[in-house]
């Protein structure tokens, strides 16, 4: 007879956390609120144990006044979001936390709500919207930079790259792409389709150094006038994450042929 427990593999401890280096750079939070982050981590790794707020707060010894000003701070940046559930036999309500890598747009404390009467568009060429309107972009939300630390990250920004191409035109791409991360609409026109604003975000947060360099080397051997640079770099970046792969391979190949 065969024993059931047998077979069986034990999970693997983890005896370190592990921290978003997004979070750990980001200047704007605080060396609380990145301190309250890591130790958060550090008990999620544990394995059978429920982490709540209340047993953060009695581990603090800077007091409860300190650790709320940490834990607003971590929800104020994004890194923190709030749920507000309902208990459906009690109907009573009650939160649960999620710690985010990446900071949560919808979370952030500055994001406010768009002018959403226009689709935030991006059609290559004359960029002009399918409704005959032009785009609407939130300025405001463009200001915060509150993806530029993670928009860095990715492209590996540091000044040997962005020089070696055209550090004007990198930050230029870095602003728009902040600009499209904080902005709430439903949805982006590119390439003459209606893109779910969620999943052009999440193909912006792909974007590497190599996709930059793409969209750099297009825009300089762009042979026809481009009457709106912005939707056009907004598209041709979403491509290029689409695209790149396929474009090296066949340069590769034509390069061998």
């Known amino acids: 007879m065969t024993n059931k427990k047998s077979g069986v593999i034990r999970k693997k401890r983890t005896y370190y956390a592990q921290v978003s280096n997004v979070a750990l750079r980001d200047e704007t939070l605080s060396l609380k609120a990145k301190g309250l982050l890591a130790i958060i981590e550090s008990y999620l790794t544990l394995d059978g144990f429920i982490l709540y707020k209340d047993f953060l707060m009695s581990k603090s010894t800077d007091g409860e006044c300190s650790f709320r000003g940490a834990w607003k701070e971590l929800k104020d940046h994004g890194y923190l979001i709030q749920y507000k559930l309902k208990d459906n036999e009690t109907k009573q309500f009650y939160y649960e936390y999620e710690i985010c890598d990446?900071?949560?747009?919808?979370n952030h404390h500055m994001a406010q709500k768009p002018d959403a009467e226009f689709p935030l568009v991006a059609n290559l060429g004359d960029g002009n919207s399918t409704s005959g309107k032009p785009p609407s972009y939130n300025n405001t939300l463009c200001n915060n930079n509150i993806y530029i630390n993670t928009i860095h990250t990715n492209i590996n920004y540091n000044p040997i790259f962005v020089n070696s191409i055209d550090r004007k035109l990198v930050d230029n791409i870095v602003d728009i792409m902040n600009e499209v991360l904080c902005?709430?609409?439903?949805?982006?026109?590119?390439?003459?389709?209606?893109?779910?604003?969620?999943?052009?975000?999440?193909?912006?947060?792909?974007?590497?150094?190599?996709?930059?360099?793409?969209?750099?080397?297009?825009?300089?051997?762009?042979?026809?006038?481009?009457?709106?640079?912005?939707?056009?770099?907004?598209?041709?970046?979403?491509?290029?994450?689409?695209?790149?792969?396929?474009?090296?391979?066949?340069?590769?190949?034509?390069?061998?042929?």
């Open 102 to 106: 990446n900071p949560h747009v919808e």
């Open 183 to 257: 902005n709430n609409t439903e949805y982006i026109v590119i390439n003459g389709s209606n893109i779910p604003l969620n999943l052009v975000k999440s193909t912006f947060l792909k974007v590497g150094s190599s996709h930059i360099q793409y969209v750099v080397n297009v825009i300089n051997n762009y042979n026809n006038k481009i009457s709106n640079m912005k939707n056009f770099i907004i598209t041709t970046l979403y491509n290029s994450v689409l695209t790149l792969d396929a474009y090296y391979i066949n340069l590769v190949t034509n390069t061998e042929l």
